[in-house]
């Protein structure tokens, strides 16, 4: 049996990133053959993996991937369970692999992306280096959502705001491509990311929400004002959903940069446009933000404490 040596320990530390005491249990396991103990580490991972898998994991972050010609892009978002790991430069050097790779993917939805070849390592699938990962960085990890977007007749933008909070693609169609209009397609990315829109467009919204939203409101105005006739009340109604639908509406917001305060996106979008004698639409946009949707786990640190120690 090969003598486990300080330096063999060393070399394997750097080629996983597992602790020392698992490096130097995997050498001995194997007898010191380098590439078995890689194996065994990797094997340790999967397992490790699967105990740390009933953990929330609603923190990480959000980011996104452009092609040198700016005509594809793609947004990810890989969760991890606490915001420390969530800035460790591990982590998020794992999660630019991550959309690297979603950037050139073919697969449609997770579970296709999850069981293709991880390219920086073509021995293991997306999800089987996502376990690896677990193992080496110790918190229950996610590859939870990407959504690629893809304008031949002009660019996409891309827009990540607080180190990766919150993440966002603008789909522009322009028979121009400047920086006057590449710094309002970023524009247009900020006041995604921060009035958080549920569409690019009336034209987007659903009918069978306007009717619900009709429905409601209807009620309200009716106990508001009872003895209204349905002229005034509809006159209310609708007053509000047109309100409603400019909070909702990307382009129908009111542009945040505005100097009167009253510009909407589009109008400001068509003001840049008219400006470089260029078509310009707006097609879509992309918004993800870490952790939404996912319920987190209030834990109390002493207790945690407490109960880890068999107090």
Not at 17 to 31: F, I, R
Not at 286 to 301: A, D, L
């Amino acid at each position: 049996m090969a003598a486990v040596t300080a330096a063999m320990v060393k070399e394997l530390r750097e080629m996983t990133g597992a602790g020392m005491m698992d490096c130097k249990k995997a050498l001995a396991a194997t007898e010191g053959d380098m590439d078995k103990a890689v194996e065994f580490l990797r094997e340790k991972g999967l397992a490790g993996a699967a105990k740390k898998a009933g953990r929330i994991a609603a923190e990480g972050i959000v980011y996104t991937d452009i092609t040198a010609d700016e005509k594809t892009a793609v947004v990810v978002e890989v969760n991890a369970e606490t915001d420390f790991v969530a800035k460790n430069e591990k982590f998020r050097s794992y999660v630019a692999d991550v959309a690297a790779q979603a950037l050139k993917t073919d697969a449609k939805d997770m579970d296709a992306f999850l069981a293709e070849k991880w390219e920086k390592d073509p021995s293991m699938t997306v999800k089987e280096a996502l376990s690896s990962q677990i193992s080496i960085i110790g918190e229950n990890m996610n590859i939870r959502r990407f959504e690629k977007v893809e304008e031949p007749n002009g660019f996409v933008a891309s827009y990540i705001h607080a180190g990766g909070k919150i993440g966002v693609l603008v789909d522009v169609e322009t028979d121009v491509i400047n920086d006057a209009i590449k710094e309002m397609a970023k524009n247009v990315a900020m006041q995604a990311a921060a009035l958080k829109p549920l569409y690019t467009s009336e034209s987007e919204v659903d009918a069978a929400y306007i009717e619900k939203e009709k429905e409601i409101l209807t009620v309200a105005a009716k106990n508001e004002k009872p003895d209204a006739n349905d002229k005034i009340i509809n006159g209310m109604v609708m007053g509000r959903i047109k309100k409603e639908l400019k909070e909702i509406c990307l382009l129908d917001q009111v542009y945040v940069k505005a100097e009167d305060g009253k510009q909407s996106v589009a109008a400001y979008v068509a003001s840049v446009a008219k400006a470089n004698s260029a078509n310009v639409t707006i097609k879509k946009f992309v918004r993800f933000e870490t952790g939404e949707g996912i319920e987190k786990k209030e834990e109390n640190f002493a207790e945690e404490v407490a109960k880890q120690m068999g107090m």
